[in-house]
């Protein structure tokens, strides 16, 4: 146990032991930094899926560290290799992490073999903002569709990932579903593993 | 039975950014609305002058014959009033939690510009549950 002297100084921060640190963050801190980052993107580019791609890359930055820091932290260093096992990985540990909730439902396409979707009711990211009628189907939870693709990408499963509204009769709000289209190599592997 | 008649909210410049009507009677056009909402701003402003004792905050209470208009004024210079029934309580409290609404779904949504006309969908629905949850509330005391 940590004793209850002096606290023990490390000469190098490399070797300082990595905690979990502190658990909470302020949801309306996070709400005006993420609001401004949207803005800020905006005056950068000339159209819609522009500012998409660029959270998109603002959000696989983050996903390529938060796997890095899961992975030590979480799974004592065991490297996933079966899709199954990586989506539900994101699904329920990354989730836990990011947004202090497991994702609603990870569901399996119908239509093709390389497509999983993530469900969400409202992902936490879009929790206060209400997207102008003549933006169309922009929607800022790209930025959790590029952390999800940096996860996926960084544990070896390349994949297109993007966010869409689900309009849902009897609710005013549609449904968040993140879409991941694995790449083929991967199905390959999968294929090859049984 | 509607104890609210009207809510405005007016920017630190005195413009209307967002109007939304709830009783029957008393329904002006856009024009009207926008002129309420200046001279508001105005006597809110002149009250502060006039008031004998120093560091007064303006307006927080006008009592006619038959409204009531009760005014917020945020630290930011952003007003909120509402015109109400005559004796309707706790107009205050209510004020304070369409505050709370603004700064949450109009302050932290990146495509609302600041001093802008309101048009933020999750401020519309939210708003509207708050009145109507006050609205039932009133029914009940």
Redesign the interface.
Same mark, same amino acid.
């Given at each position: 146990m940590i004793g209850t002297g002096k606290i023990k100084q490390y000469a190098n921060v490399l070797d300082k032991p990595l905690g979990k640190g502190k658990q909470e963050v302020s949801l309306s801190a996070f709400a005006f930094l993420f609001s401004e980052l949207v803005q800020y993107n905006q005056t950068q580019v000339d159209n819609i899926s522009e500012l998409e791609t660029r959270l998109e890359d603002a959000g696989y930055a983050v996903g390529a560290r938060v796997l890095e820091l899961l992975c030590h932290r979480d799974k004592g260093n065991r490297r996933e290799t079966r899709l199954l096992g990586i989506l539900s990985f994101v699904h329920s540990t990354v989730w836990k992490v990011l947004f202090g909730k497991v994702a609603d439902s990870l569901e399996k396409g119908t239509e093709h073999e390389d497509e999983y979707m993530i469900s969400e009711k409202e992902l936490l990211v879009n929790r206060f903002i209400s997207i102008p009628k003549d933006m169309g189907t922009f929607h800022c939870g790209a930025f959790v569709a590029g952390i999800v693709k940096g996860v996926l990408e960084n544990a070896g499963f390349p994949a297109v990932v993007t966010a869409h509204f689900v309009p849902v009769e009897g609710q005013q709000r549609p449904r968040t579903t993140i879409l991941i289209k694995f790449a083929e190599e991967v199905l390959r592997r999968e294929a090859r593993l049984g | 039975m509607a104890a609210i008649y009207s809510l405005y909210i007016i920017n630190k410049s005195g413009g209307l950014i967002f109007y939304k009507d709830y009783g029957s009677k008393g329904r002006m056009d856009t024009n009207d609305s926008l002129r309420v909402a200046s001279l508001w701003h105005s006597m809110h402003a002149i009250s502060q002058q006039l008031s004998p004792i120093n560091g007064c905050s303006g307006i927080e209470l006008l009592e006619a014959d038959t409204f009531d208009l009760h005014c917020f004024q945020s630290l930011t210079g952003t007003k909120f009033f509402v015109v109400c029934e005559t004796g309707t309580q706790h107009m205050e409290a209510l004020l304070k939690v369409i505050y709370e609404l603004y700064t949450?779904?109009v #302050?932290?949504?990146?495509?609302y510009e600041m001093e802008m006309p309101i048009?933020?969908? #999750?401020?519309d629905?939210n708003l509207t549950q708050v009145v109507q949850k006050d609205r039932v509330a009133l029914l009940g005391r």
């Open positions: - | 949450d779904y #302050l932290k949504n990146p495509f048009r933020c969908e #999750l401020f629905i």
